[in-house]
């Protein structure tokens, strides 16, 4: 009976153990691929990381954007009406994306303070503005910004990461 009693703790425990293995790795891969909302005034107070991969969103700036004699360079200012930030595109853009328009690019922020985009994509209908956008757009008309995911959370006291 001993050994069978063995046997059967061993095979819980090992069962009990790969089942914790795959938690842990599948929140870290959850973590690692988290994409954080930042915007203008976030990334110009330097609170948004560098080297991450984020998202950053608001309207084109009128006549800032500049296409490279290639066609597919482009670089624009995104800016929430109170801080602007340099967005610099490689590719083609969206049909919609204009200058006035709302947009949301994902990249990162060189060392030169720039947004590298991977990716733009532009509102899709004249009504629609993402919610990140009209928050950001709202918080910083009231002389607000959107809070930084990288901080404290001061009601669990948990940080969470990027």
Known sequence: MKARRRQRLIFVGVVLAGVAIATALALTAIGENMLYFY???QIAAGEAPRGHEVRVGGLVV??????????????????????TVRVAYTGIL???????????????????????ARE???KHDENYMPPEIAEALKLAAEGGSMPNPHEQNPASGAQRKP
């Open 39 to 41: 915007s203008p005034a």
């Open 62 to 83: 009128d006549g800032s954007v500049a296409r490279q004699e290639n066609g597919l360079e482009v670089r624009f200012d995104v800016t929430d009406t109170s801080a």
């Open 94 to 116: 969206p049909d919609l994306f204009r200058e006035g328009q709302g947009i949301v690019a994902m990249g990162k922020i060189d060392d030169a303070g720039v947004f590298q």
């Open 120 to 122: 733009v994509l532009a």
